[in-house]
C-alpha cells in the first residue's frame, strides 16, 4: 500500500545516517586495529602484530579475565537481588504492586556517576561506613579495603544493574497467564513444583535479557573501577582508555575494543539462540 | 494458601533490596546537608550551606546548561532518524535490512567507551575539533537505537486499518502521515523523548571522547571529584535527582491523560 517514493523517503535517510555515523566508526576501528604507530605517527600498514602483542603481553589476559570475573559477579548478584524481588511483586504484592513497580523505577533516574559517587562516600576510610562501625565501636581503625577493590566495583555495578535486570524478568512473569498456574495447582502440582515447572521455565526470557544486559554493561565499564576501583579493580576498558589516551597508542587500543566487541556480540548472539531454543 | 511463610521470606528479602537500592541515594541526601563533608557517622549540624554554595556556582550551571542543549538536541536528533528509521523498518523491504536493525542496536548494546572511540576516530578523520555540536551528534546517533525500538513498537501495536482508511479516503502518504501515523504514535515519542533526555544528561562514555572545553554536568561532577569531594557534589546530585522525580510524576499525569483520552475518541 505505501508508493515507492514513500518507502525511499522513510528508509534513505536514517540508513545514510547510519552509515555515516555508525558503520564509517565501527569499521574505521577495525582498520585501526591492523595499523600502527611509528615515531608518533599512526601508519597505515596493514598487519596483525597488534593481535599478536595482546596474546603475548599477560597483562592483557589477566585484565580481560579480571573483567569477565567482575561482571560475571554483578550478573549473578544482580540477578539474586532482582528475582525474588519480581517474584515478589509479580505474585504475591497484590495492590501494592504498582507503588512498588515505580520505587524500582526511581533508582535509575539518579545519574549513574553520582550512584558510583554515593558508594565512594560510603566506603571510603573516611566514610560513611567506617564512621558507623567506630561509632558503634566495632573497629578501632577505618576499614581499607572497602573502598579500592574488585569487590566495590562489583558491588557498585550491583547496585547500578539490579533495576535493570529486574526490568524484563518482572515483563516476562507478567506475561505469565494466571489461569495456567491454577491449572498446575488444580492437576494437583504442590506451590514449589508449579514454581519450577512452570514459573521459572517462563522466566528464562526475562532471565536471559536481564543477565546479558548486566553482563555486557558492567564488562566495558570504565568509570565504577576509576571511582571506586583502585589499581586492584582496573578493567579493560580503563587499559583501552589509557591507550587511547596518554600511552596513544590508538591501534591497540583499537585491537583490544575489537575483541570487546566480538565478545559482546558474540555473547548477544549465544543469548539469542539460548533463549529460542528454550523455547521449543 | 500454604504458601504464607514463604510470602513472609520474599517480603523481607524483598524489603532488603529496596534498602539496597535505596541506600546510596538517602546517605547522598543527608550529606548534602552536612556541614562536616561528605563521610564520617554520625551526620554533623545539617546545614543549608552547601546549597547556597551550589547557588552561587557558575561554572556548575554553565554545564548544566550545556547539558540541557545537549540532551535537546539528543531528542531531536533521535527522533528524527528514529521515526523514519522506525517506519522503515516496520513497512519497506529492502536489502541489508536485518543487518540494519543490528547496527542501530549496537550502540545500546556495546559498551559505550567503544561506541565513543569510534566516532572519536570519526570526527578525527573529519579533521573536525571538539565542540558542544560533536557530542550532540554523537548523542544523537547513540540514542537513535532509543527512539526507533520505542516507535517501532509503537507502530507495531498502531491499527493499520486507520492509515488505510485515510488514503482510500483521498488523503496522500503526507496528509496521513500528520493526521493519522503521527497522532497514533504520541505516547510513544513523548516516551522516546523522555528516556532520550534522561539518557543524555546522564551519558558519560560517549561525551568523554567528544567534549572540547565546554563541560556537560556529568564530565563537570566528574572533574571535580578528581580534585576532591564536598557535599556540593550530594547538593546538586539531590536536586538532581529530585527534578527527575518531578519528571516522571508528571509524565504519569500526562499518560494517564493521554490513556483516557484514547480509551474515549469520540468523547
Not at chain 1, 603475548?56 to 559477579?73: D, N, P, Q, W
Not at chain 1, 495447582?185 to 519450577?196: K, N, Y
Not at chain 2, 529492502?94 to 548494546?109: D, T
Amino acid at each position: 500500500m505505501y508508493s515507492r517514493a514513500y518507502k525511499a523517503a522513510v528508509a534513505v535517510p536514517p540508513i545514510l545516517w547510519v552509515a555515516l555515523f555508525l558503520l564509517l566508526p565501527y569499521a574505521l576501528m577495525l582498520a585501526h586495529s591492523f595499523w600502527s604507530v611509528e615515531s608518533g605517527v599512526i601508519v597505515h600498514h596493514w598487519s596483525l602484530r597488534n593481535y599478536v602483542t595482546l596474546l603475548r603481553t599477560s597483562v592483557y589476559a589477566e585484565v580481560l579475565f579480571r573483567s569477565a570475573a567482575i561482571a560475571l559477579g554483578v550478573t549473578v548478584l544482580s540477578v539474586l537481588l532482582a528475582f525474588p524481588l519480581a517474584y515478589y511483586l509479580s505474585f504475591r504484592a497484590g495492590l501494592r504492586k504498582e507503588v512498588l513497580y515505580q520505587l524500582v523505577i526511581v533508582p535509575l533516574w539518579v545519574s549513574y556517576l553520582v550512584r558510583g559517587y554515593a558508594w565512594k562516600t560510603i566506603l571510603g576510610t573516611e566514610g560513611v561506613l567506617n564512621g558507623f562501625l567506630r561509632y558503634l565501636h566495632l573497629t578501632g581503625q577505618p576499614v581499607e579495603f572497602f573502598l579500592y577493590s574488585p569487590f566495590a566495583v562489583v558491588l557498585t555495578l550491583t547496585h547500578i544493574y539490579t533495576p535493570f535486570v529486574f526490568l524484563p524478568i518482572y515483563a516476562s512473569m507478567e506475561h505469565i497467564s494466571r489461569p495456567l498456574l491454577d491449572a498446575s495447582a488444580d492437576l494437583g502440582a504442590s506451590p514449589r513444583v508449579t514454581f519450577w515447572r512452570v514459573i521459572l521455565p517462563l522466566s528464562v526470557p526475562g532471565l536471559t535479557a536481564g543477565a546479558t544486559f548486566a553482563f555486557v554493561l558492567s564488562f566495558g565499564d570504565f568509570l565504577a573501577p576509576l571511582l571506586v576501583g583502585g589499581p586492584s579493580g582496573l578493567m579493560i576498558s580503563n587499559i583501552v582508555q589509557n591507550l587511547f589516551g596518554a600511552a596513544y597508542q590508538w591501534p591497540l587500543g583499537a585491537a583490544i575494543s575489537i575483541c570487546m566487541l566480538a565478545l559482546v556480540v558474540a555473547l548477544l548472539a549465544a543469548a539469542e539462540r539460548f533463549e529460542r531454543g528454550f523455547r521449543h | 494458601m500454604a504458601a504464607r511463610p514463604r510470602s513472609r521470606w520474599l517480603a523481607a528479602v524483598s524489603a532488603a533490596v529496596f534498602a539496597f537500592l535505596y541506600l546510596p541515594i538517602a546517605v547522598l541526601v543527608v550529606y548534602s546537608f552536612n556541614r562536616e563533608g561528605v563521610g564520617g557517622f554520625p551526620p554533623g549540624p545539617l546545614v543549608l550551606d552547601w546549597y547556597r554554595v551550589l547557588l552561587g556556582d557558575s561554572p556548575l550551571w554553565d554545564s548544566v546548561l550545556n547539558s540541557l542543549l545537549v540532551a535537546l538536541a539528543a531528542v531531536v536528533i533521535s527522533l528524527a532518524l528514529g521515526l523514519p528509521a522506525a517506519l522503515a523498518l516496520d513497512r519497506v523491504a529492502f536489502p541489508g535490512k536485518e543487518a540494519f536493525r543490528r547496527l542501530v542496536l549496537l550502540p545500546l548494546v556495546l559498551p559505550g567507551i567503544i561506541t565513543g572511540l569510534s566516532l572519536l576516530m570519526l570526527r578525527v578523520l573529519a579533521g573536525i575539533g571538539a565542540e558542544l555540536w560533536t557530542v550532540m551528534l554523537g548523542h544523537g546517533t547513540a540514542l537513535m537505537s532509543v527512539a526507533t525500538t520505542e516507535l517501532f513498537a509503537g507502530l507495531q501495536k498502531m491499527d493499520r486499518a486507520q492509515e488505510e482508511a485515510s488514503l482510500d479516503l483521498g488523503a496522500n502518504y503526507w496528509q496521513t502521515f500528520w493526521r493519522v501515523t503521527l497522532p497514533n504514535l504520541r505516547l510513544p515519542l513523548v516516551a522516546a523523548a523522555l528516556l532520550i533526555f534522561t539518557l543524555s544528561m546522564d551519558e558519560i562514555a560517549v561525551t568523554f571522547f567528544l567534549i572540547g572545553r565546554e563541560n556537560t554536568l556529568p564530565l563537570e561532577i566528574w572533574g571535580r571529584l578528581r580534585r576532591g569531594m564536598t557535599p556540593e557534589i550530594n547538593a546538586v546530585s539531590a536536586v538532581l535527582f529530585f527534578a527527575s522525580v518531578a519528571l516522571i510524576l508528571l509524565w504519569y499525569r500526562l499518560r494517564t491523560r493521554g490513556a483516557a483520552e484514547l480509551e474515549t475518541p469520540l468523547g
